[in-house]
């Protein structure tokens, strides 16, 4: 017998019929002698659609309170629905909201983290043999305020919960059946991995591939929370996340990703001088402008160029802030390049072993594909090329690496 608890996502609760599946599922965990957390999402659309409702009625300005009142509001009809359903088939069941189990966070709304989570009121219901259901994305604040954790934030519910209750592990069900070497839709070659690190989970979802919220993952790993990442409309088993091992580290590369939400810009002929980095950076920051590669040419007679990428969405907003600070700094001149995609090789061995970079670098010049940056962390190494290349660098990429073989 073990404790398990189970996160389903949007499109597994999507309406009624499906919610229906997952009680089945439910019970048939529950009939193998487990005892039984489930964390749900809203009906996929549902937050989206409250976002929406919020910024119809306040020209664009809810107010944060309430605003975490009102998201918070998807979560509360998938529960019940499922602890009725439970219920209605003879499993004794109750629902929960994030402020009825406490799941203390900090006060800040719409992006609120976890500071603890009371686990008498679960242990309770659980030793009594019922299954609980909970909110996810939803905590509470000191002052009894509800929040909401950010965008995707029932993974970090469920993780959150199993750290604390000590369960065995989280079941992440969503709509792809585990973590592939590359994303399917990009090439048909791409593997499901049996199993795979967290730390190259991490590096994954940051180089683009959003299978699982971030912060889960940091946290999953932070307290040794095995994670499955499965479908809930298959049997399969799905891709183990877990803590690095020593086959494990035999695999070069484990996958490649691309994020074609990137944008460059170059500030053209700089002053080269202490503190124009930080006067070009500092106001980025500020606004929680997310820099990736930044490169700085050598200078010549006193002057460079700098580039970095951002993610495209933040553009307008770099274009608006760099305005004035082009002017301040005495800069020539801003580039900016809208075209750009980021693709990422990831692997526990690259610690290990070298030659993976130029590999890279050969698979891409093969197919005369020209690397714009480069950036590297111990597991990852990224190249900056232009769009269009994207998923012919994704795939050559698969190849050169041959991800395709298990090995
Ligand atoms: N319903 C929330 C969202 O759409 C939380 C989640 O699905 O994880 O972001
Ligand atoms: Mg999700």
Request: a negative charge; proline letters at 2%; aromatic letters at 4%.
């Amino acid at each position: 017998m073990a404790l398990i608890v189970q996160k389903y996502g949007g499109t597994s609760v999507g309406d009624t019929e499906k919610i229906r599946n997952v009680a089945e599922r439910v019970a048939r965990v529950k009939d193998e002698g487990n005892d039984l957390v489930v964390v749900l999402s809203a009906m996929g659309g549902e937050t989206d659609r409250l976002i929406k409702l919020a910024e119809s009625a306040t020209e664009n300005d809810p107010d944060e309170r309430e605003y975490d009142v009102l998201i918070s509001t998807g979560e509360q009809v998938t529960i019940s629905l499922l602890a009725m359903i439970l219920k209605k088939m003879g499993y004794p069941t109750k629902s929960f909201l994030g402020s009825q189990v406490k799941i203390l966070t900090d006060r800040i709304h719409k992006n609120a983290r976890i500071l603890k989570i009371d686990t008498e009121l679960i242990n309770g219901e659980l030793k009594a043999g019922k299954i609980v259901v909970v909110a996810g994305f939803q905590g509470v604040d000191d002052n009894g305020n509800i929040t909401t954790l950010g965008r995707g934030g029932s993974d970090t519910s469920a993780v959150a919960l199993a750290a604390a209750l000590k369960a065995d592990y989280c079941e992440n069900f969503t709509d792809v059946d585990g973590v592939y070497t590359t994303d399917p839709n990009v090439y048909d070659r791409a593997r499901k991995l049996s199993r795979i690190s967290y730390e190259e989970m991490l590096e994954l979802a940051s180089a683009g591939a959003k299978v699982l919220q971030h912060r889960s993952v940091e946290l999953a790993k932070m307290y040794n929370v095995p994670i499955i990442v499965r479908s809930s409309f298959n049997d399969d088993r799905g891709t183990l996340v877990t803590m690095e091992d020593k086959d494990m580290e035999r695999e070069l590369v484990s996958g490649v990703t691309c994020d074609k939400d990137q944008a460059k810009i170059s500030v053209i002929h700089v002053p080269d001088q202490p503190g124009v980095a930080e006067r070009i950076f500092t106001p980025l920051s500020e606004r929680n402008i997310i820099v990736d590669m930044i490169i700085q040419n050598a200078s010549i007679e006193g002057y460079t160029d700098l580039t970095f990428t951002v993610s495209r969405k933040d553009m307008e907003e770099v274009k608006n802030i760099l305005y004035e600070v082009v002017k301040e700094i005495g800069a020539e001149r801003v580039d900016y390049d809208e075209k750009i995609a980021k693709v990422s090789v990831i692997g526990l061995g690259m610690k290990s072993h070298s030659g993976v970079a130029s590999k890279m670098f050969a698979a891409l010049a093969g197919e005369g594909i020209n690397i714009m940056m480069i950036s590297t962390s111990e597991i990852k190494i990224s190249c900056a090329i232009r769009r269009k290349y994207t998923e012919l660098a994704v795939q050559v990429l698969h190849d050169a690496f041959e991800l395709d073989k298990e090995n």
